[in-house]
């Protein structure tokens, strides 16, 4: 599947079943951490959808607690204080440096530059690249355009960058992770489509690191059959754990999209179909979930004082742990 019926697929969905864009509302084991709705409205952005109705599809936060989102219908990116003011936006459509086309997730690097991916339209000549910024907002470089080969993407979504700089892609639509160097030069591409071990239907919608550089990655299945797994690969993409599966009970999931991993190794996961938030230990061991109403583009990040943000179409919201 090309980008632009990814995005297309998307706005049916979304528009058919704007609440849960994978399953029916799950009923999941109360535990003391789910026993208590305690989410707030963080901040709630003005997206006039331009026909797509994604809203906000990233999120992440900057070393001082600030919040980064991609909004994908407006093709902006937004900076907020930890309390939800807005401090500052860049993008707009288009394809010159700086300039965005349906910009999907976000993430930092150690020296505090931000990179994004654009999932763009699917097709030669249009956006489907990375794009580094400064801390400042002020694009630094450009990586990719539309293809199968190494360098080039079709649908890039989830992106992390270790503490060397390398760039973990996951390019949806070549079912891969690709690796970039700290200058955009191609490196590795792996996880290819398939049935076998290490494989899966529709790979990455989202991916994270810990803190030894293993990776992460949610098989998601929002137009054909998937696992509902999340997959743990060593840097280099040698398979080394699998948990999850298909249902609503603890440790199981309903496309799983965005996830996010502690500083203890602790992942959690927007498990979107079933409306909750789900947390892994490092061995993949169910620990606790927090229900919450969320979209299939849900994204999740957390803060230095164990916060739990979530996104939902056009707002975000916080869970105090």
């Not at 991916?207 to 840097?235: C, E, M």
């Not at 309903?254 to 996961?269: C, E, H, S, Y």
Request: glycine share 14%.
């Amino acid at each position: 599947m090309n980008a632009r019926g990814f995005v297309s697929l998307i706005c049916v969905v979304w528009c058919l079943c704007p609440a849960s864009c994978g399953g029916s509302t799950a009923a999941p084991a109360q535990t003391p951490a789910s026993s208590a709705n305690t989410w707030q409205v963080v901040l709630t952005i003005n997206s006039t959808s331009g026909g797509r109705y994604l809203g906000i599809t990233g999120v992440t936060l900057d070393a001082r607690g600030n919040l980064f989102l991609a909004d994908l219908d407006n093709d902006l990116i937004y900076k907020y204080s930890p309390s939800g003011t807005e401090l500052a936006k860049w993008g707009g459509h288009g394809s010159g440096p700086g300039q965005l086309e349906a910009p999907d997730k976000i993430a930092f690097d150690e020296q505090g530059n931000f990179y994004v991916t654009e999932v763009g339209s699917g097709s030669a000549g249009d956006n489907s690249r990375v794009q580094k910024f400064s801390s400042a907002g002020l694009p630094l470089a450009q990586w990719g355009t539309f293809g199968p080969e190494p360098g080039q993407f079709n649908t890039p979504v989830g992106i992390a960058v270790d503490d060397q700089g390398i760039i973990y892609v996951a390019d949806v639509g070549n079912h891969r992770v690709e690796t970039l160097s700290a200058l955009g030069r191609p490196l590795a591409q792996w996880h290819t489509v398939g049935s076998g071990t290490g494989e899966s239907t529709e790979i990455g919608y989202d991916l994270a690191l810990d803190a030894s550089g293993n990776v992460y990655i949610s098989d998601a299945h929002p137009f054909s059959d998937g696992s509902d797994h999340i997959q743990k690969f060593s840097p280099s993409g040698e398979l080394l754990e699998t948990w999850g599966g298909t249902g609503s009970g603890p440790g199981l999931f309903n496309n799983p999209t965005g996830l996010v991993v502690d500083g203890k190794g602790n992942l959690f996961i927007a498990d979107t179909g079933n409306h909750r938030v789900q947390e892994l230990s490092p061995t993949g061991q169910y620990m606790a979930q927090w229900k919450v109403s969320l979209s299939f583009t849900s994204k999740v990040a957390l803060d230095a004082h164990g916060n739990i943000y979530v996104s939902d179409y056009n707002q975000v919201l916080r869970h105090s742990l």
